[in-house]
């Protein structure tokens, strides 16, 4: 599983990703099609150990089986 | 599909910089990625952490309590200190922390026993003992590690 250097600039490392992807959920309404390579793009989000809520986009590809396309932290709203 | 060798390639995933050498690549919708077992690669970035003549640095810390999937405070308590102590570790970054060495010995013995087996412990424990880790604050901030993709089973 390959990330790139805007995870690494979120600070977000490829075992806190594998532990979202091992507990978190199929967010479905955020699912998105890529018409360009006319796949499907998953929404996985959860919750790392460090209770960090991450949301991941995954495409599937016939030969590597899965890629992570990018993955975001989603900041928690502040009223006030 | 496109595949070819990379003479270098540096990987970010671990949190921290490792630069690999000699990497199958593999080219995904457009673009060059490394097609290598990562379960294998970070087996062997851990092995060669127990092995780094240098302090660990916070963001290596990090990178072994994620592996072992384990909360702040879990790896506090597995390694007798409190959670604010793992934390203030892991904010030293790319920097040595400030451990003591009789803690990191435990960590890094703790490593080598849950990737190689116990009989390579009295190993390590003996390398330490010839050749124990110094702290590099004045040397180079980030002592990059190398890892041969030959050497990693794909």
Redesign the interface.
């Known amino acids: 599983m390959h990330l790139e250097q805007r995870e690494v600039e979120r600070n977000i490392t490829r075992r806190e990703v594998l532990y979202v992807l091992k507990t978190g959920f199929h967010e479905q309404k955020e699912d998105d099609f890529d018409e360009v390579y006319n796949n499907w793009h998953y929404a996985v989000r959860g919750k790392s150990l460090d209770d960090r809520d991450l949301r991941i986009f995954v495409s599937f590809d016939e030969e590597t089986m899965m890629i992570i396309i990018t993955t975001f932290e989603i900041q928690r709203k502040t009223y006030g | 599909?496109d595949k070819t060798i990379q003479n270098e390639f540096i990987d970010?995933?671990?949190?921290f910089p490792v630069l690999l050498k000699n990497v199958p690549m593999?080219k995904?919708?457009g673009k060059w990625?490394?097609?290598v077992n990562?379960n294998e690669l970070?087996k062997s970035i851990l092995i060669m952490l127990c092995h780094k003549p240098f302090k660990l640095t916070g963001n290596e810390i990090?990178?072994i309590?994620?592996?072992f999937?384990?909360?702040?405070k879990e790896f506090a308590n597995r390694f007798g200190v409190q959670h604010p102590t793992v934390v203030k570790w892991e904010n030293f970054k790319n920097d040595p922390t400030n451990m003591t060495l009789g803690t990191e010995k435990d960590i890094r013995l703790f490593l080598i026993g849950h990737i190689k087996g116990k009989r390579k412990i009295a190993d390590l424990y003996t390398e330490f003992e010839q050749k124990p880790f110094r702290t590099n604050r004045s040397v180079e901030p980030l002592q990059t590690i190398e890892i041969d993709m030959e050497g990693v089973a794909i």
């Open positions: 599909m970010y995933g671990c949190g593999r995904v919708h990625i490394p097609d990562y970070e990090r990178f309590r994620l592996y999937e384990m909360t702040l």
